[in-house]
């Protein structure tokens, strides 16, 4: 697609300079002013697309260290460029024909030869107009769209001066004149359009519909509860967009990146050129869960928590949570964390809350583990099932692990239950068993237990 751009452009020059030397040369010829000013325009197209043809070349090059959002306003230079020159040559054609109009009638030999070069230049510009838009509108370039609208500006002014050469040839010599000041408004009308973009362009001015279009969107995405904030801006062909949105703060940061690809992928649906950037804002949503909201509180926090009951007692919230603290801390500074934990919850859900926290000391994540003797891992693995068989629940006691460790004994087994029982029931008839073996045993610290659903055979 590059390629194509440098193309076109290339042709674009290559046929401004033909057009401006074949122009000047019969406008001299002729005394034609109209004609001179067309080959003044023409000129000035030269000099432009000679920048466009430079800057669609330099502006495809990536973002380095000096330019971090690429080099794409590189293009909006050169349509700037051309404004400038537009201005200047809208002038000096304004200027040149009222001089004419006001002084001595001037004879104006040839018009027929003048008008076949006019007719061929309307030829050569609609071609180009039509070449330069499509790539633009493919490519999303401003400066071969400038390059479009100064050419299509071209064809309509030499289409007037068409007209004036044609009243010349009958006898009618101010009319060549009042083309050329005809033509002289077209260049500054189309001056001024291109000037208007080029400027929205060099100083962010956001494409107009580009923000609404966006966030509606984005909005249509579940996960999104609204968009904060949009700003767009252009450079060349590529937009830079950058999205807050707000997202329930329970969500995952594993989601959260998954979402956060999708709105990307979505605005490139829209906007294949763009470059985004989101930032997800965390929320809380009307219809959380208490106990969500109290994992989510507990989690700025760094604190861990567990066993979380939440009673409802005349209008009151009572809410009773155990916290898990460092087990080689004091007991003032675990009752510190404790109560930044109820001053957290108090600030979020209100001060006319009864809490009670349990403070449990946390189990080191890693432990040093090893094998028992034989011997002593089959009268715990006995006991295992019998204590199992003894609540006449859980059954098939398989795959027991006995491991020591600097807490003590650490026993993991998998079990199975009736595939309907409830899972509130099935952890009490586990944690029966756990209550047992250690009971027996003081040494074991731990039995876990796995469940699994008896299948009929």
Excluded at 247 to 254: E, H, I, T
């Amino acid at each position: 697609m590059q390629k194509e751009k440098e193309h076109v452009a290339l042709i674009s020059v290559l046929a401004s300079g033909g057009l401006a030397i074949v122009k000047f040369v019969i406008g001299f010829m002729t005394g034609s002013i109209g004609l001179i000013s067309e080959g003044v325009h023409s000129s000035s197209d030269f000099v432009a697309t000679l920048i466009t043809w430079w800057a669609v070349r330099v502006s495809h090059k990536p973002a380095d260290d000096d330019h971090h959002f690429g080099h794409g306003k590189m293009e909006s230079m050169a349509a700037l460029f051309q404004v400038v020159l537009l201005f200047g040559a809208a002038g000096w054609i304004a200027y040149e024909a009222i001089k004419r109009l006001l002084g001595e009638s001037h004879v104006i030999e040839g018009a027929w030869m003048a008008i076949a070069v006019l007719v061929g230049s309307i030829i050569v510009d609609f071609w180009r107009v039509r070449a330069l838009r499509k790539v633009a509108k493919a490519t999303g370039s401003p400066a071969l769209e400038a390059d479009a609208l100064h050419f299509l500006s071209d064809m309509l002014s030499s289409g007037v001066v068409l007209i004036g050469m044609i009243f010349v040839a009958f006898g009618q010599m101010s009319a060549d004149a009042v083309a050329a000041l005809i033509v002289a408004c077209f260049i500054i009308f189309a001056a001024f359009k291109l000037g208007r973009q080029t400027f929205d362009t060099l100083v962010d001015t956001a494409p107009e519909g580009a923000s609404r279009a966006i966030a509606a969107h984005v909005e249509r995405i579940p996960e999104v509860l609204a968009v904060e904030r949009t700003r767009v801006r252009s450079a060349g062909a590529t937009l830079f967009v950058e999205l807050a949105v707000a997202v329930s703060r329970s969500l995952p940061l594993d989601h959260v990146s998954a979402l956060n690809a999708q709105i990307v992928e979505t605005v490139q649906n829209e906007f294949p050129n763009a470059e985004v950037i989101v930032v997800a804002e965390p929320r809380a949503v009307d219809d959380e869960a208490i106990e969500t909201h109290l994992r989510v509180i507990a989690a700025n926090l760094g604190a861990a928590i567990h066993r979380l009951t939440i009673q409802r007692v005349a209008g009151r919230l009572s809410i009773s949570v155990d916290i898990e603290v460092q087990a080689d801390l004091s007991v003032d500074q675990a009752h510190d964390a404790a109560s930044e934990l109820e001053a957290a919850i108090r600030k979020e859900l209100g001060d006319d809350i009864e809490i009670d926290t349990h403070i449990e000391p946390m189990a080191a994540n890693w432990l040093s583990g090893k094998e028992i003797p034989d011997e002593r891992y089959r009268t715990l693995k006995d006991s295992l099932i019998a204590s199992a068989d003894e609540g006449g629940v859980v059954r098939d006691v398989h795959n027991v692990r006995i491991r020591s460790t600097e807490l003590g004994l650490i026993m993991n087994f998998h079990c199975r239950l009736p595939p309907d029982m409830l899972v509130s029931d099935a952890h009490t008839a586990v944690d029966e068993v756990e209550r047992r073996v250690r009971s027996l045993h003081p040494d074991v610290v731990r039995v876990i237990g796995h469940a699994e659903p008896q299948r009929a055979i």
